[in-house]
C-alpha cells in the first residue's frame, strides 16, 4: 500500500461517525445492511450519514452491492487486511530503536 493510499483512509478513518458506520456493518448478521440501516443505528440524518458512507466508499474501505431499488453495503475485508499490514510496516518504521539498529556503528 502506497503512502498516499494509507493518508486517504487514515482521513476516512478520522471521523467517529465512520469508525461507528463500520462498526454498525461489521456487527449485521448478513455482513450486509443498507443506509437506512445505519440510519436507525444512529442520531444523525439520513443525508449526513450517506455523505459519511460516501467517504468511506471512496476511500475502498467498504463496498455497494445492489439489492432491489437499494443498495447494501459491507467491509471490504481484503481492504482491512491491507491496511493493517502496512499499519504495521509503517509504525515499525518510525520505531526509534529499529532506525538505530539499521545505523552502521
Known sequence: MRDDDIANTMR???????????????????????????????TLAQSTVSQHIKVLLD????????????????????KLVELS???????QGLNPTASKEAEPA
Open 85 to 91: 499490514s502496512a499499519f504495521g510496516g509503517l509504525l
Open 12 to 42: 476516512a478513518l478520522g471521523h467517529p461517525v465512520r469508525l461507528e458506520i463500520l462498526r454498525i456493518l461489521a456487527t449485521q448478521q448478513q455482513g450486509q445492511c443498507c443506509c437506512a440501516d445505519v440510519t436507525e443505528s444512529l
Open 59 to 78: 476511500a475502498g474501505l467498504i463496498e455497494r452491492k445492489p439489492h432491489g431499488t437499494r443498495n447494501r453495503y459491507c467491509i471490504r475485508q481484503d
